[in-house]
């Protein structure tokens, strides 16, 4: 991997998001996601606090070794059906908080290109620290254009008209799915419904339980 890989992913998946985001009205906002109890607002004000988490992260080097990966930095989100019903009512109290949209539309698009801009003047071999791991600012940004790409999917449950996310991020996704299940996964599955059934959007059929084996119990890999 060169020095500007991470940076372009990351780039590629947060442009392809906020080519989304850039075109929604007041009305779009109230569409359902694929996130449980959360419509479009919800997800964008969490992309921002995302897009904001990275920024900070990008300007706080870390002292010691790394001690997650782009993979095993998803380990640390297993399913927590408390912590997540938590995250969403907070999540939602926050979004509420801008009565227009279109304040909270701008918000995410400036941070996102800020982010994209710190990003790609950052070198990824740096070791940097965010929600208590340090990680190479390059493994960091591949967990960031994963999460972008995850949410862009969830995006398109109630915006099926809209843009899909970037082959760059959905390959990313692949890439850190497989690294979790510690082997390609053995379905046809496309990118966007492996990115689904792997972090519990989408739940598995009976016969990909049975071509999964014992992998199936570990699903969701993330969520």
Not at 65 to 89: F, H, K, L, Q
Request: glycine share 8%; with cysteine; hydrophobic share 45%.
């Amino acid at each position: 991997m060169n020095r500007t890989q991470p940076a372009e992913v990351l780039r590629a998946a947060y442009e392809a998001f906020a080519a989304v985001v850039r075109l929604l009205g007041d009305e779009e906002s109230w569409r359902p996601t694929g996130c449980a109890g959360w419509a479009v607002r919800d997800l964008v004000f969490h992309c921002a606090g995302d897009a904001q988490r990275a920024l900070v992260a990008l300007h706080t080097p870390g002292t010691g070794p790394a001690d997650r990966n782009s993979v095993t930095y998803w380990r640390d989100w297993a399913p927590d059906p408390v912590g997540a019903a938590n995250g969403r009512r907070w999540n939602r109290v926050g979004a509420s908080m801008f009565l227009d949209f279109g304040q909270l539309r701008d918000l995410y698009l400036e941070t996102a290109a800020a982010t994209v801009s710190a990003a790609a003047d950052t070198r990824p071999e740096l070791r940097v620290v965010t929600q208590g791991h340090v990680l190479t600012a390059g493994d960091l940004m591949v967990t960031l254009a994963v999460e972008a790409t995850v949410h862009h999917l969830d995006l398109l449950t109630g915006l099926p008209e809209a843009p899909g996310p970037a082959p760059a991020g959905l390959d990313a996704v692949r890439a850190t799915l497989d690294g979790l299940l510690g082997r390609p996964v053995p379905l046809d599955w496309s990118d966007q419904h492996y990115a689904r059934a792997a972090t519990g959007r989408t739940p598995l059929t009976d016969a990909e339980r049975l071509a999964l084996g014992a992998d199936a119990e570990r699903f969701p890999l993330f969520s």
